[in-house]
């Protein structure tokens, strides 16, 4: 967890100008493809939180949390199920509390963007990656501003509202991340290291101490001995209490017991594929007999077989035309492979076309098409163009015709069109045809006029419509699973019967008990176990001690114990023992060590007392370990170069981590300082300053520093 945060901590700048940079790509899609669409609806004034009493308002959250999910769908990083919201939740209520905690200090420091700094930042020498990848000729390699800039300017005056609020509030969230850049700029450039400093440190580390010591560590004394109680711990919490914050939380112990499907399931569902087998071989309408088993048919065009990964490949390569191969395991399935063609394609494809659409997609439903003209009307006029190129009329003239956005303003060309990549008809058309071949097409978006403009490449293709049948768990598995956890839920009460009752009648089983700790109240995940919001929620329910029964997570059923509950504040003795009881323990030891010693006298005596030796230890730097002890020591190091301590015994006995230490200082000398010009170190830290200044946040401290209140458990 500590790798995550440090990771989190000095990534936090950057993730979040990434997040609000990325969002742009599907709000200009959107609406350059039809896509715009309500997203959001209710009219809640409830908020999600509070930071520095500004309110975070569920609904301008819930728009964002979508935004996110939208980009990350889009992007091919979405996880997927609940999780995928869960992680939006996560990602936005981090952004909104930084932006928050940013602005505050942005604020009082009169920091402001311009609209010409807006403008440049849009249509300048250096725009977004999403809108340079977007508006970037793919020909010359160079990014058309002058597009951009229409588009965007055509989507203010047309685009619907909805369009038209996504992009304002990328906007903000533009103008927010430059405020931030300034910001950070504007401490990184006040990073100084003063001269006095420089010569002081290079004086400092010139210094070669030697001394003479009498030790003995803390080890000597076997911890059993030493007892630290929880009034102590208290104590030395309460006068420590920074050290010691802690956020609400619980933790639980729990039992999983997995619900995934059984080798008996699995055979029933080899059984069920195998009996399928005769009917994908003898069909004649592959599409039906998928629908007949509710699956959507995919694309059933040739594919090159360096694109396919599947298992078993090779074997299906193999099969002859026409026939079946499987079933074969592939995940979570039995599947069956029914080959229906072979041939060598090209890799990819040139190609040119104009469209002539009779259908788009629904912009409140990409999964449905809306008829936007007739197709007798379509057909005449895509005839009418095959008749004039023919004539000797150039397609570019007739290109204003075609209502095909992606490619209207690039020629007409679609470059390096890799198989799969369109819809059937125009994939097989321009995979199946030599180079210079025309054609009308006829897809579900219309008629197209083809050219064929070029073909790299020469590869084994195939045209394979695959059968899975996914293995599931049985009622009879499920109702087998969750009275084993029933029983052991009944007979649990409390945390030691709960405990008692694994070790009797789990653990010889071969299952585990895990312990999940600092459970948050927002967390949507738990140690050991995938996405759980509700079983969270559940926790939250539940008293300590209170044993829950069991809960669907994932593939098991869940039985846990709530075993801690940490309120918001100073953490309690018990939770802070394990960091605090060693250091008592030492300090206690070192006072029993030092009253061994008594009063320092010299070191002969302490020496005699401790039944130690004295020991000689010698090129000791002021911030180093010497090489004779184990560990860094700074009181030894510092008692050796207190000039009041030249060639006398220290009158004290020093604590340090490792033991009690009696030193006589013998020496102390000057040594040449190795790098002694100072304006060149002070020019070599500043720009290690500014580097490191690159890659961290002021946000960590700013949070730290802010009233934050988290409402999102009782929101989702």
């Known amino acids: 967890m500590s790798i995550i945060q440090k990771i989190r901590d000095k990534y936090a700048r950057v993730a979040v100008i990434a997040i609000a940079v990325a969002l742009l790509g599907f709000i200009l899609t959107d609406y350059i493809t039809g896509r715009g669409r309500n997203l959001f609806s209710g009219n809640s004034t409830n908020t999600v939180g509070r930071v520095n009493r500004k309110k975070i308002e569920i609904n301008d959250f819930e728009k964002k949390v979508k935004q996110y999910e939208d980009y990350m769908t889009q992007n091919g990083f979405s996880p997927g199920g609940s999780a995928a919201r869960e992680q939006a939740i996560e990602a936005v209520w981090d952004q909104e509390v930084s932006r928050i905690v940013l602005n505050d200090e942005i604020a009082k420091l009169g920091i402001d963007v311009g609209k010409k700094e807006i403008n440049d930042m849009l249509f300048g020498a250096n725009p977004p990656e999403d809108l340079k990848k977007q508006f970037t000729d793919p020909a010359t390699g160079q990014y058309n501003a002058a597009e951009a800039m229409r588009q965007i300017n055509e989507m203010k005056r047309k685009g619907t509202a909805d369009a038209k609020e996504n992009f304002n509030t990328y906007l903000g969230q533009l103008e927010n991340s430059r405020m931030m850049e300034k910001y950070n700029s504007m401490l990184s450039n006040s990073i100084n290291f003063p001269k006095w400093l420089i010569e002081k440190q290079n004086a400092e580390n010139s210094l070669l101490g030697k001394i003479t010591l009498v030790r003995e560590v803390y080890s000597s004394i076997p911890d059993s001995s030493v007892k ?24 639980i112990s729990y039992v999983a017991f997995s619900a995934a499907p059984s080798t008996k399931d699995s055979l029933y569902t080899k059984e069920k594929s195998l009996s399928l087998k005769a009917q994908l071989d003898t069909t004649k309408d592959v599409d039906q007999l998928l629908a007949s088993e509710g699956l959507t048919p995919g694309y059933n065009g ?33 599947t069956l492979a029914k080959v229906l063609g072979a041939r060598s394609m090209p890799d990819t494809v040139k190609v040119r076309h104009i469209l002539i ?129 029933n029983i052991f839920a009944g007979d649990s009460r409390d945390i030691k019967s709960f405990d008692d009752n694994f070790k009797k009648s789990l653990q010889p089983l071969g299952l585990n008990k895990g312990v999940a700790i600092d459970i948050k109240p927002a967390d949507s995940r738990i140690q050991g176990l995938p ?34 509950i940490n309120k918001t504040g100073t953490q309690t003795a018990s939770k802070a023992r394990l960091a605090v009881e060693p250091l008592l323990r030492n300090k206690k030891k070192a006072e029993m060590l030092t009253k061994k010693v008594g009063k320092v006298t010299t070191l002969e005596a302490a020496a005699t ?51 009690i230490y009696v030193i006589r200082v013998e020496n102390v000398n000057a040594t040449a300082v190795a790098n002694a010009n100072v304006a060149e170190q002070r020019k070599q830290l500043y720009q290690q300053g500014k580097q490191t200044a690159m890659y961290s946040s002021p946000v960590n401290a700013l949070k730290n520093a802010a009233s934050i209140k988290d409402n999102r458990a009782s929101r989702f």
Do not use: C, W
């Open 357 to 485: 659409a009779t259908a788009q997609r629904d912009p409140q439903n990409q999964n449905q098409l809306v008829q936007t003209r007739d197709t007798v009307s379509a057909k005449k006029t895509i005839d009418s163009i095959q008749a004039l190129i023919r004539s000797g009329k150039s397609f570019d003239s007739l290109l204003v015709l075609s209502d095909d956005p992606g490619s209207k303003d690039k020629g007409g060309v679609y470059d390096s069109v890799a198989a799969g990549t369109m819809v059937p008809e125009f994939n097989d058309f321009i995979f199946e045809n030599p180079v210079g071949s025309k054609g009308v097409v006829k897809t579900e978006f219309g008629y197209h006029y083809i050219e064929i403009l070029g073909q790299k490449g020469n590869t084994p293709s195939y045209k394979i419509a695959y059968l899975p049948k996914p293995i599931i768990a049985s009622k009879e598995t499920h109702d087998s699973v969750i009275n084993k956890a």
């Open 531 to 564: 996405s759980a919001r509700s079983f969270v929620k559940k926790i939250y329910e539940s008293k300590l001690g209170e044993v829950i029964t069991p809960e669907p997570v994932g593939d098991n059923y869940v039985v846990a114990v709530v075993t801690e």
């Open 228 to 251: 630290v109680s929880d009034d102590e711990i208290a104590d030395y919490v309460s006068k420590h209490k920074n050290d010691y914050k802690q956020v609400e939380s619980r933790s």
């Open 302 to 334: 040739f594919i090159s077989g360096k694109k396919i990964q599947v298992p078993f490949k090779d074997s299906i390569f193999k099969t002859p035309v026409g026939q079946v191969y499987g079933p074969y395991l592939d995940g979570a399935n039995y």
């Open 609 to 659: 007392a401790l039944g130690k030796t004295m020991e000689t230890v010698d090129s000791i730097r002021l911030t180093s370990r010497p090489r004779n002890l184990p560990v860094y020591e700074p009181k030894v190091n510092g008692a050796t170069f207190n000039p009041d301590n030249k060639g006398k015994v220290v009158p004290e006995v020093l604590s340090g981590q490792n033991g």
